[in-house]
C-alpha cells in the first residue's frame, strides 16, 4: 500500500486478521489512526514518508513490534505510551522536527527507554470490591474470606522488560502489595510457593474444622502431565488428612498454571480424569485413570473473571479457590474491568505489582450460627 497517494486509512482495513507487516510509507498521510492497535500480531510498521504530525499513544499496544518507520514526517513530540514497545529493534525517527529531549534522545535509540521510565500516564482501574453471589446472604451464620495472591519474586520481577525499573523496585512493589493485601481484610492469604503444598487445619467455633491447602504447581505450559500428576500427588495426600478429620470442609487454592479447560481444572471439579489425560507419558498407576472422593465447587463459577494472569503475551485464568460444600460462598472479590485491560499491555505496573492478581472469596460455614461462636470464643 505504499505510493499509492492514500490521504485516510479505511476502517475495513483493521478487519485483517494477523497481520504481521503494514507498509505504508510514501503517501499523503496526515495521521495514524486509533484503530491501529488492533494489529497485535504487528511485527514492521512503516509510516515513514507521509505528513504525520501526531503519534497516537495506542500504538504503544503493538507490543510485538520489532520494526517501526516514522522517518521523514512532521511528528515534533513521541507519547510515552511508547515506552511499551519493549520487543522494538529498529525504530527510526530521523528527518521530524522533534522537540527537546527527543531529539537527542532519538539518535542514540534510547527514546523507548527514556518514554518506558518516564511514562505515568496510567488511568487507574474501578475499585475491586466484594461481589456478592447470592442474592440474599445469610446473616446469621459466621463467615470466612480467603485469598490467594502469586506476588511475583523480586528475582523474576527484574528480568522483566516491558516494565518501569522504578515500578519493579522491590521496595516500590511492597508498599503496592501491602496496600492490595490490606485493603481487603481477609482472614487468610496465602502467597506462592514454587511447586509445594502448604496445608493448614483449623478449627473455627463449635469444633469445625477446616483443612486449608495452597499449592503452586509447575510453570511450563508444555509440561500438563508433570502438572496433573503434581495435583494426584497433592489430592492424595488431602485425602489422608480428611481421615483424620471426618466431616471437615476443604478449601483448595493457589496458582495451578492451568486454564480451566485444562485436565487440571476437570480433576479438581468431575473428580476424575481418564488415562489419555496423560498421553503418551508413563504414571504407572495413573494412565488407567484416576479419581478422587472431594467434591470441589470452583469459587469463581459464573463469575466474569477474565484473568488472573496478564503479561503482554498471555492472559488468562491460572489460579483458583477451589471449596467443598460445608463452605457456602457469599461474595468474590471482583474482576479487573475490560476497559482497563484494553488499555494496558500487561502486569506489573503503577496499580498492581505482579502479574498475577489478588483473588478472593467469602464463605458462611454452614452449621455455625454466629451467636454460637461468639459464644464459645469468650
Not at 489512526?33 to 504487528?42: A, N, Q, S, W
Not at 520489532?66 to 525504530?91: A, C, R, T, V
Request: aromatic share 12%; with cysteine; glycine share 4%.
Amino acid at each position: 500500500m505504499s505510493f499509492q497517494g492514500l490521504k485516510f486509512i479505511s476502517n475495513s482495513l483493521f478487519l485483517i486478521n494477523n497481520l504481521k507487516e503494514l507498509l505504508l510509507h510514501n503517501n499523503d498521510l496526515r495521521s495514524i489512526p486509533e484503530g491501529i492497535c488492533r494489529f497485535k500480531t504487528l511485527e514492521k510498521l512503516n509510516f515513514s514518508y507521509n505528513k504525520i504530525k501526531h503519534i497516537p499513544p495506542e500504538l504503544g499496544r503493538l507490543v510485538n513490534l520489532k520494526e517501526l518507520y516514522l522517518n521523514d514526517n512532521f511528528i515534533s513530540e513521541i507519547p510515552w505510551e511508547m515506552g511499551s514497545l519493549y520487543n522494538l529493534e529498529i525504530f527510526n525517527l530521523s528527518n521530524n522536527p522533534l522537540v527537546p529531549p527527543f531529539n537527542s534522545l532519538s539518535k542514540d535509540r534510547s527514546v523507548i527507554r527514556f518514554c518506558r521510565e518516564h511514562n505515568i500516564n496510567y488511568l487507574p482501574p474501578c475499585d475491586r470490591s466484594w461481589l456478592e453471589v447470592v442474592y440474599r446472604p445469610e446473616n446469621s451464620f459466621e463467615t470466612i474470606s480467603v485469598g490467594t495472591y502469586n506476588i511475583l519474586c523480586n528475582f523474576f520481577a527484574s528480568k522483566l522488560t516491558y516494565a518501569p525499573a522504578w515500578i519493579i523496585n522491590p521496595d516500590y512493589r511492597k508498599d503496592i502489595l501491602i496496600q492490595n493485601i490490606i485493603s481487603y481484610n481477609l482472614d487468610i492469604l496465602y502467597g506462592k510457593k514454587d511447586n509445594v503444598v502448604l496445608v493448614t487445619v483449623l478449627e473455627k467455633g463449635l469444633g469445625h474444622t477446616i483443612i486449608v491447602a495452597n499449592t503452586h504447581l509447575f510453570w511450563d505450559p508444555q509440561y500438563t502431565d508433570i502438572k496433573l500428576f503434581q495435583s494426584i500427588l497433592l489430592l492424595e495426600e488431602l485425602e489422608k488428612i480428611r481421615i483424620k478429620h471426618k466431616n471437615a470442609s476443604i478449601l483448595l487454592m493457589g496458582d495451578f498454571n492451568s486454564l480451566p479447560d485444562s485436565s487440571v481444572y476437570k480433576l479438581m471439579v468431575e473428580r476424575k480424569i481418564g488415562g489419555l489425560d496423560f498421553d503418551k507419558y508413563d504414571y504407572a498407576p495413573f494412565n488407567d485413570g484416576f479419581r478422587h472422593s472431594m467434591k470441589f465447587l470452583d469459587a469463581y463459577e459464573n463469575q466474569d473473571l477474565a484473568f488472573t494472569n496478564f503479561t503482554p503475551h498471555f492472559r488468562g485464568v491460572l489460579d483458583y479457590i477451589f471449596h467443598t460444600e460445608g463452605l457456602v460462598r457469599s461474595s468474590v472479590i471482583s474482576s479487573v474491568e475490560e476497559e482497563y485491560m484494553e488499555r494496558t499491555v500487561g502486569l506489573p505496573n503503577i496499580h498492581f505489582p505482579s502479574d498475577h492478581i489478588l483473588i478472593g472469596a467469602q464463605f458462611q460455614i454452614k452449621g455455625i450460627p454466629k451467636r454460637m461462636y461468639n459464644s464459645m470464643s469468650k
